[in-house]
């Protein structure tokens, strides 16, 4: 991770993560959709400030692996599509 925005969203990911990870097995979903909508500014300061589709190969694949991380802990709770 080289931008501060993605090493940010990583950090509250896992967080995120460890919330939700405590939260499913009672289906505390107010507790699961607090901690989610926690992620919201670090996406918008992601998406604002990281080139995804970047030319080098490995910083592209880091970055595509992190936002299926987020959308993996999205969907353990609800398919949202």
Do not use: C
């Amino acid at each position: 991770l080289a931008e501060e925005a993605e090493k940010a969203l990583y950090v509250e990911l896992k967080a995120a993560q460890k919330e939700v990870d405590i939260a499913v097995p009672s289906q505390d979903y107010t507790r699961i959709l607090t901690a989610l909508a926690t992620l919201r500014n670090v996406i918008d300061n992601f998406f604002d400030n990281v080139m995804v589709m970047a030319d080098d190969e490995a910083v592209k694949n880091n970055r595509l692996a992190l936002l299926s991380l987020l959308r993996q802990l999205f969907l353990s709770t609800a398919d949202i599509s």
